[in-house]
């Protein structure tokens, strides 16, 4: 470029009018990208969906407790509501546990002691074993019986095999 000419041999002009690059304005925030129409649809129907099974658990459980009231409130006396609650348990462990169907006596107790400590092998549950065959039986003593096989009772329905 030597005496103000290019190469192409025309003259230099005044330099171009240069101006700052100017960025696009920010996507606006509504309506979102079809990516996030499909993540809250995703989330919609999964929240549905644990209501769902949250409703359908809840009403088992309502259904199975009053099975288990039902069947003790048709018993006249401590022994029958002790015999109840024996053969409740029984019907839910072959739901549950169809190997442990076939324990009896002590066995049978440390498996409904399960892992929640030792109120069937050593405490109330004890009574399991000859209740439901005395002659009589404490009414306080079954009913604290009846409210702890009522307990292990509902968990061995909720249990999977």
């Known amino acids: 470029m030597a005496g103000g000419r290019r190469a192409t041999g025309r003259p230099v002009s005044a330099p171009l009018p240069l101006r700052d690059v100017h960025l696009p ?10 990516g996030w129409w499909l993540l809250a649809a995703a989330i919609a129907v999964a929240l ?13 459980r309502q259904r199975w407790l009053a099975l288990f009231d039902t069947a003790l409130a048709a018993a006249d006396t401590p022994v029958a509501r002790i ?14 546990a169809p190997r442990a169907v076939h324990l009896q006596g002590e066995q049978w107790l440390r498996f409904l002691d ?4 030792h109120a069937f092998s050593e405490g109330d549950g004890r009574l399991l074993l000859d209740g439901g065959y005395r002659r ?18 509902l968990a061995l329905m909720e249990a999977r095999r």
């Open 48 to 60: 549905l969906l644990l209501a769902w099974l949250r409703g359908r658990r809840r009403r088992r």
């Open 25 to 34: 304005a920010a996507p606006d925030w509504w309506p979102p990208a079809p």
């Open 136 to 153: 009589d039986v404490e009414a306080g003593q079954a009913t604290r019986l009846c409210a702890l096989a009522r307990i292990r009772f």
């Open 114 to 117: 399960g892992r929640q400590g």
């Open 83 to 96: 015999a109840a609650a024996s053969e409740l348990l029984r019907r839910a462990v072959r739901r549950s």
